[in-house]
C-alpha cells in the first residue's frame, strides 16, 4: 500500500509540472499574445517567429531530454526544469521588445522539454505496464485541463494583476515552488528497479539505440500519425484559434478564448476516456483511425464550413478537441513496440517530430497569410485559405493510420 501510494505520489507532482508548463505555453501564450502584440507594436514577422520559436526549441530538445532521462536522475533533472521555465516566465515579465519575448520563449521551451518524457519513463517505472495509457492519459487531462482553465480565467487575471507581465511575474514565483516540492517528492526509480535500470542506461550505447529505432517502421508510422494530429492541434490552439475566432465572429477576446478553452477540455476529456476505451476495446489501431477521421471531419467543417451559432461552435470545437485526443495512443504504442532502453527515446523522437510539425506548419500559415493579406482585404478568407493547411496534416494523419499494426497486447 506504502509503494502504491509513493508512486501515485511522484507521479502526480511530475504531472503538475506538466500542468504548469501547459498552463503557460498552450494557454497563457495564446491569450497574452494579441496584448503583447498590441503593447509592443508587433508585425505578423513578430508574431510568426513567437509562434514557430518554443515549437522549434522545444522539438530539438526532445532526443537530448530523452537521452537524458533514461541515464540520470529525473529527480535532478524535473527540479532544474522547474526552474528554467521559472527564469523564462521572469525574463517574461521584463520584456519590452520581440527579441525579449523569444529569448524567454527558448528558455521556457528548454525547460518544458524534459515534462513528457520525464513522466512516461516515471510511469513506465513506478506504474504497473498495462495502467500506461490510463495514467499518461490522466497526466494530459491534468494538463489540458489547465490550459482550460488559462483561457478562462487569464483574460480576468490579466485585467486583476494589471498586465501580462505581472501575470508573467506570478507564474515564475509558481514555479520555482513547484521546483522546490518536486526535489522533494519525486524519486527516479523503485529501489527494486534501481541496479537494473543504472545498468540498461550505462551498458546501452546512444547511437545502437538510435539504428534500433530507425529500423522500427510501424514506431515512425505511429510517430508521424501524432506529430501530424498534434502538431495540428496545439498549433492551431495555441496560437490561431483566438485570432481567427476573433475574425469570425467579431466577438470579445474573452469569448474567443472561451471557445479555445472548451477545445481544449475536449481534449482534457478525451485523454483518459480514450485510454479507458482502448483498455476495455483491446485495441489502438481501430482508435487511432476513428480518431484521425473524425478530427478531419470536424476540422474541415469548423474552418471551411459556414457560420455557426455560438453554441454550436462550442460542441463542434468540444467534439474535435475529444477526437484528437485519440493521439495520446500514439505514446501507449511506443511504449509497446520499443525495448525499454529505447523508450525515453521513443518519446522524445515522438515528441520532436510532434513539435517540428507544429513549428513548419507555424511557419507555412504565416507566410500564407503575409502572401494573401497583400492581395486581400478579406481577413476571414485568408485565415480560411492558410488553415485549410491544418486540414491536410490531419489527412495525412488519417491516411497513416490505415496501415499502423495493431500493438495491444491481449
Not at 50 to 76: D, E
Request: with cysteine.
Amino acid at each position: 500500500m506504502r509503494n502504491s501510494v509513493t508512486s501515485i505520489a511522484i507521479w502526480l507532482f511530475a504531472s503538475f509540472f506538466a500542468v504548469y508548463e501547459l498552463f503557460i505555453t498552450n494557454g497563457f501564450y495564446g491569450v497574452s499574445l494579441q496584448l503583447q502584440q498590441h503593447d509592443l507594436n508587433l508585425s505578423v514577422n513578430a508574431v510568426g517567429s513567437l509562434a514557430a520559436i518554443s515549437s522549434l526549441i522545444y522539438a530539438l530538445c526532445q532526443i537530448p531530454a530523452g537521452i537524458m532521462v533514461s541515464k540520470f536522475s529525473i529527480r535532478i533533472i524535473l527540479t532544474l526544469s522547474s526552474i528554467l521555465v521559472s527564469i523564462g516566465m521572469l525574463i517574461y515579465s521584463h520584456a519590452n521588445d520581440v527579441e525579449q519575448l523569444i529569448f524567454a520563449r527558448v528558455v521556457i521551451a528548454i525547460g518544458s522539454a524534459f515534462a513528457f518524457v520525464s513522466i512516461a519513463v516515471l510511469i513506465g517505472r513506478w506504474l504497473d505496464k498495462d495502467k500506461f495509457s490510463l495514467f499518461f492519459g490522466l497526466t494530459q487531462c491534468m494538463g489540458n485541463i489547465s490550459v482550460v482553465s488559462a483561457n478562462m480565467f487569464l483574460p480576468q487575471i490579466i485585467n486583476f494583476l494589471h498586465g501580462w507581465k505581472n501575470t508573467s511575474l506570478v507564474l515564475a514565483i509558481v514555479g520555482f515552488i513547484l521546483a522546490i516540492m518536486i526535489g522533494l517528492i519525486v524519486k527516479s526509480n523503485p529501489a527494486s528497479k534501481l541496479y537494473s535500470t543504472q545498468q540498461t542506461g550505462n551498458s546501452a550505447r546512444t547511437l545502437a539505440l538510435f539504428k534500433q529505432l530507425t529500423a522500427n517502421k510501424q514506431f515512425w508510422l505511429v510517430t508521424a500519425y501524432a506529430g501530424l494530429l498534434l502538431g495540428t492541434l496545439f498549433n492551431f490552439g495555441a496560437n490561431w484559434l483566438i485570432g481567427f475566432q476573433g475574425n469570425y465572429d467579431s466577438h470579445s477576446l474573452a469569448h474567443s478564448a472561451l471557445v479555445n478553452s472548451v477545445m481544449f477540455l475536449g481534449v482534457a476529456v478525451g485523454n483518459p476516456v480514450i485510454g479507458v476505451l482502448s483498455i476495455k476495446l483491446q485495441t489502438r489501431k481501430k482508435i487511432l483511425l476513428m480518431g484521425a477521421l473524425t478530427s478531419l471531419i470536424l476540422l474541415s467543417i469548423l474552418i471551411l464550413g459556414p457560420k455557426f451559432h455560438v453554441s454550436t461552435a462550442l460542441i463542434l470545437y468540444f467534439l474535435f478537441g475529444f477526437s484528437c485526443s485519440s493521439a495520446i495512443l500514439s505514446y501507449s504504442v511506443i511504449m509497446e513496440i520499443v525495448a525499454p532502453p529505447l523508450q525515453g527515446i521513443g518519446v522524445g523522437v515522438c515528441n520532436t517530430v510532434v513539435y517540428l510539425s507544429s513549428a513548419l506548419l507555424s511557419t507555412a500559415i504565416a507566410s500564407i497569410i503575409r502572401g494573401e493579406g497583400a492581395s486581400s482585404h478579406n481577413i476571414l478568407t485568408i485565415d480560411k485559405i492558410a488553415f485549410s493547411l491544418f486540414c491536410v496534416a490531419v489527412a495525412i494523419a488519417f491516411a497513416l493510420s490505415s496501415v499502423i499494426k495493431e500493438s495491444f497486447r491481449k
